[in-house]
Each structure stands twice: as C-alpha cells, then as structure tokens.
C-alpha cells in the first residue's frame, strides 16, 4: 500500500508532529508513505531528519494553480494509492488536482482543529464531496465537523491522536540526568507544561498561578518547554515580560526541546491550561509519563482525563483555580504517585497508538478495491 501524506503546514505543533508520527507507525508495518510539505518548513526538517521520503510544494494559498499542476504531474508519475491529508487547506490543492486529473484515488482528511466557519456554500460542497473520510481527532472535532462541513454523518470518523507509550515511558527516561541540567534540587517539586507559545495555551495562567503558588512553597520550580509557532514570535514575548513584571525568579524557559520524554521526566506535576484544545497531545504524553496533571475543562481535554481519577480539571482561564488544584498535587506525593500510575493506564487503554494505528490501516483498506 502506497500512500501520499499531505501537511501543507509552515507551524509546528500537535497537528505537525502527530503527522510525523503517523508516518513512522505505517512504515513500520512496512506500508510505503511519503510526505508532501512546504519547503524549509519546521516539517520538512524534521522528516527529513528522520530519513523519510519528502516532496515539497511552495503553497500560494487556497487558489494555487501551480500547485495544482504539480500535483497531477506527480500523482501521474507516482503510483499512489491513498492520500491522506492533515489540515483542511491541502483539499483546495488536493481534490482539484484530482478533479482535474479525474483520479480515483481514495482522499482522507484527518481534522485537527476546530472551526467556527460554515463550510456548506457550492465551492466547500464540491470539494468535500471528494472526500472520502474526514477522521476526528475528538469528539467535539466530530461534533465540529458535523456542524460546519457537508460531511455526512456515515463520513465522519473518531479516531483519537495516539501516544507511542514504549517511548513516553518513565522506565526509559533519565530523570536525575535533566533535573541536573536544569539545576533542580532533589526536593524541589518542578511543576510544568509543555507545548508551543500561542495565544491561548494558557501560559499567562500558568504564570498567574505560580505567582500564587510561590507565596506559601518554597521548594517550587516552574519549567516552560516549548518555542513560538510561525508568526507567533510576538506571544512568547509578551509570556516573558509578564514573567518578570510577576518577579517570578523561579520560572525556567526551555525552548524547543527535541527529548521530551527526558524533559517530561524531570516533572512532578504537568500543567495544561489551553483554553480551547482539540485533543491535547502533549497532555495525553505527559500521562504516558506517569504525571498528575491539572487541565483546563475545556473542549478534547475532556475525552482524555477523567476528573479526580487521573489528573485534576480547573476552571478555564482562571489562575487562581489552577492554584487550587495544583495544591492538591503539591502536597501530597502519595496522591501525585496514584493519580501518576492512574493516568498511565488510561493512556494505555485508550489512546495506545498501536491501536489507534491498526484502525487507520482498517479504514485504508476498506478504500482500495480488492482484486
């Protein structure tokens, strides 16, 4: 089975990265895959770091003829079997290309993110009509992609993201090792999150939060993981000026880091305060991790953490519930340790990505006619 991936993407993020992953699950179940991105994208570095096969295309946007007649000039020359696209924009190159070329090839798109615009006009009919399958990450995306697209019902598929849980295992990370990278003592509690710096992630009632937390702990460090997504530098610094107009000195800002299971390691406690999330990736490895978290009651964190059992939810965008939360977790390690081992099962029940990856390779096969 050959199959044609798509991530016309300049950002980097869950979206990108579960892209990557999806890639490397398929080929080692020997399925042949290949990557259509933007040249010089954070993507395409990192599939080409990793040794896949990558094609890229200089997209124009929705309208983008050249585009179009690079597609059918490959898809002629390249005997693909399924295209399966990860964001929403690749269809306006994709299913003209396909139109054009009158190419039978199956289309999947897998939905990301939510949208709050009404896809039901001539032009959005006649491009989902092309498509085969849209996947949902969630159950609001699958909500989401009911109320917006001209999808039925029967086309519209729940597919959770998956997490690799032999990577995102405690037993192979070196948690000693980075904790002394960053300077942690053996009894401070390092409290943190994860995940690029955009406009609504949260970090502001992150920081908000360990203003309070700090009042009444001193043995608390605050660890911020994670870099500015394409045209989103403005937001990282504007998170590290109220930082300092906090007087938090005992906040540490990460960056990118490309060895986030030694990273994840070296929490106590994670932190995912989103405001609005389709799923939550990192949240959902941080559990893998063995972390008690304290989420945002919003939107697809909802599907991955069960109240109380394995991680704590606040109130969305107020800090001073987040403190309250994280308390709990702060002083008692009993407690961090069973919510920990809870949150690990969970992972492994429902969000395995063997799993997860067996049914997208169903849902393949049940698109390619058989002989």
């Excluded at 050249?66 to 390249?78: D, V, Y």
């Excluded at 989401?144 to 597919?159: A, D, G, V």
Aim: overall charge neutral; proline content about 3%.
């Amino acid at each position: 089975m050959k199959i044609l991936f798509t991530c016309l993407s300049k950002s980097w993020g869950g979206m990108e990265m579960l892209t990557l992953t999806q890639i490397q699950q398929l080929l080692n179940r020997q399925l042949q895959v290949e990557l259509l991105c933007i040249p010089d994208s954070r993507i395409h570095i990192e599939a080409k770091e990793k040794g896949l096969k990558v094609h890229t295309l200089k997209s124009l946007g929705y309208f983008d003829p050249p585009g179009i007649s690079f597609l059918i000039s490959f898809l002629k020359e390249n005997n693909i079997e399924i295209i399966h696209s990860h964001a929403s924009k690749d269809l306006w190159t994709v299913v003209p290309a396909l139109k054009l070329s009158r190419n039978q090839i199956p289309l999947i798109l897998t939905k990301h993110v939510g949208s709050y615009v009404i896809k039901k006009d001539f032009m959005h009919r006649w491009i989902y009509k092309r498509v085969s399958f849209a996947l949902a990450i969630s159950e609001m995306i699958q909500k989401n992609l009911i109320e917006t697209t001209p999808l039925s019902n029967e086309k519209i598929l729940l597919i959770h993201n998956g997490v690799d849980i032999n990577k995102f295992n405690p037993e192979n990370a070196e948690r000693n090792k980075t904790r002394y990278e960053f300077s942690f003592n053996k009894d401070d509690i390092v409290i943190g999150m994860m995940g690029r710096f955009s406009p609504g992630k949260g970090h502001e009632e992150f920081l908000k939060a360990a203003k309070t937390l700090n009042k009444k702990n001193s043995n608390l460090k605050f660890l911020i993981v994670g870099e500015a997504s394409f045209g989103e530098e403005f937001y990282e610094k504007e998170i590290k000026v109220l930082s300092e107009k906090l007087e938090l000195k005992n906040v540490i800002f990460a960056g990118f880091r490309s060895d986030s299971v030694n990273v994840l390691s070296a929490m106590d406690i994670f932190i995912f305060p989103s405001h609005a999330e389709s799923f939550g990736l990192a949240l959902a490895e941080a559990m893998a991790m063995e972390l008690p978290s304290v989420s945002s009651n919003s939107n697809g964190i909802l599907d991955i953490t069960v109240d109380e059992q394995t991680g704590f939810l606040f109130e969305n965008k107020n800090p001073e519930s987040l403190a309250e939360k994280t308390v709990e977790l702060i002083t008692s390690d009993k407690l961090r340790k069973k919510i920990g081992k809870d949150a690990r099962k969970r992972i492994i029940e429902y969000f395995n990505i063997e799993d997860q990856t067996k049914k997208l390779i169903e849902i393949y096969s049940s698109l390619i006619p058989t002989n």
